[in-house]
C-alpha cells in the first residue's frame, strides 16, 4: 500500500486547471478550491476569469488566474512559472481548455482549421505536462487528467480536426500513462458528453431534449459540476493506482450507441 492510499483530500495542494473562465473548467476549479487546493485558473477571456477567481476569493478560497493564449508555447512555459512562484509547485493539472470548429474536406481554409484546432486541443495539453513534468515528478504523486470528448471514442460529420485532436488527446493521456507510471505520476482522460456549457448553449432546448431522449440513456444533458466530481475523483492521492483510463463522461450514450 502507497502512503497516500487512504487519503481522500486534495487540501494544500496547488492545482492548475485550463479554460478555468467557464464550463467545466470553471466547475472544477471550484471544486477543487471548495476542497482545500489552491488554484491556478488559466484562460484566455479576462473578464470571466476574474469573475471566477474572485467567486472562489470571496469565499475563502485561494485562486490566481492566469491570462494565457493556449497556442503560444513560451506563455505557456511562463505561466506555469509563474504559478509556480506565486502558488507553489503544481501537484495537479488539469488539461480541460478546448476549441470546437466544424469543417469539411473540401473547405479552402481547412488546414487552417486543423491546425489552430490542434494547436488548443492536443499542443497546449503537451506543453502544459512538459512545463509541469518536474514538479509532477518530485512526490511520486503528481496527477494528470486530460478532457477529451466523446468525439475521441466515435466521430461525427463536419468535425473531423476537433476529432482527431480529442483522438490525439486520448492517445496522448495512455502514452503518458505508460511513461511515468514508475514516476508515480497518473495520467487518465476523461470524454464528456453532451453537456451544458458554452460550447452547447447555441443549440435550441427542445434540441437537446430530443436528443438527450433519444441518445442518452440518463434522458438528460449533464451538468459541469457532474463532470468536476469525476476529475476530482481522479485527481485524489488515493486514486494512486488508475492510470490510462479513459472515462466517458456522457450519461451512458457511448454504451448505446452500439
Known sequence: MTPDANVRSIAGRTALVTGAASGMGRAIALL??????????????PDTLDAAVSEITASGGIARGYVVEL?????????VAAVRDELGPIDILVNNAGVSAGATLDQPDYEAVWRSTFAINLDAPMRFVRACLDDLVRNRDGRIVNVASTEGLGATPRTSPYTASKTGLVGFTRSLAVDLGRSGVTANCICPGPINTAMTSRIPDD????????????????????????VLSLVLPASSYLTGAIIPVDGGMTAGNR
Open 32 to 45: 477543487f478550491a471548495a476542497e482545500g487546493a489552491r488554484v491556478a485558473l488559466v484562460d484566455r477571456a
Open 207 to 230: 434540441s437537446k431534449a430530443t436528443f438527450a431522449r433519444r441518445r442518452v440513456p440518463i434522458g438528460r444533458y449533464g451538468e459541469p459540476v457532474e463532470v468536476a466530481h469525476i
Open 71 to 79: 497556442s503560444d508555447g513560451s506563455a505557456i512555459e511562463q505561466c
